[in-house]
């Protein structure tokens, strides 16, 4: 008599038989697999990661080198550089006249500051070697007459060689608001001028009613 092999009862299968859009039993190696990756078993992909793009060389832009025209250019700034900028960058009488100006127009507003402050005329004896500061109009200044500094000392200055000094008056005051005068204390009808001999030439100028330095 044969024997059939008896078959697994409904209940004994998998539940995904009875589920109405399964078309069979899910094996235990599938279930296996779904459990240790479930992304795969829902159908899910990771998008594709398209590859990066290889950076350019380093220099590969300028491999061709200079062009005729580059060169051309440079050689014609060069020449320029060469021919004007250079022999000003090194002489430094330029630079010498440009820092005493600076200095003479600071001494000159230093004067007119001590005369509006003790309320008496300040007077600033000019000559091509020499700015000296003075209570009184009178030239050489008596040394008990001379303005100190405001650090002490003399506050008078000298031009380093070679430059010289040329100015308008030999002789400017500042009354006690501080406008210009002549050596008698009568007010200035015009502006002084002082210029300080150099490569270029720097000028300073008084105006006549302020007293305003500027150059």
Do not use: K
Request: glycine content about 8%; proline content about 10%.
């Amino acid at each position: 008599m044969q024997h059939h092999p008896r078959q697994p009862a409904l209940d004994d299968r998998d539940a995904d038989f009875r589920r109405p859009h399964c078309r069979c039993a899910a094996s235990r190696q599938e279930r296996q697999r779904r459990a240790q990756s479930p992304t795969r078993a829902r159908g899910w992909r990771t998008p594709a990661i398209p590859p990066m793009p290889h950076p350019p060389r380093h220099g590969a832009a300028i491999a061709g080198g200079f062009t005729l025209i580059e060169l051309t250019a440079v050689l014609v700034i060069s020449g320029i550089l060469a021919a004007v900028a250079l022999p000003r960058f090194f002489d430094g009488q330029s630079f010498a006249a440009r820092g005493f100006a600076d200095q003479a127009a600071s001494t000159l507003r230093y004067a007119q500051s001590v005369a509006m402050t003790q309320q008496r005329n300040v007077f600033v004896h000019i000559s091509p070697t020499r700015v000296g500061v003075c209570y009184v109009p009178a030239s050489p200044c008596p040394g008990a007459l001379e303005v100190s500094a405001a650090s002490g000392g003399d506050a008078s200055i000298r031009p380093p060689d070679p430059l010289r000094l040329f100015p308008s008056r030999p002789t400017i005051g500042f009354d006690a608001l501080g406008r210009p005068v002549d050596a008698s204390g009568n007010l200035l009808t015009a502006e002084t001028t002082i210029r300080i001999g150099g490569t270029p030439t720097r000028t300073l100028h008084i105006e006549r009613e302020t007293g305003y330095v500027h150059g």
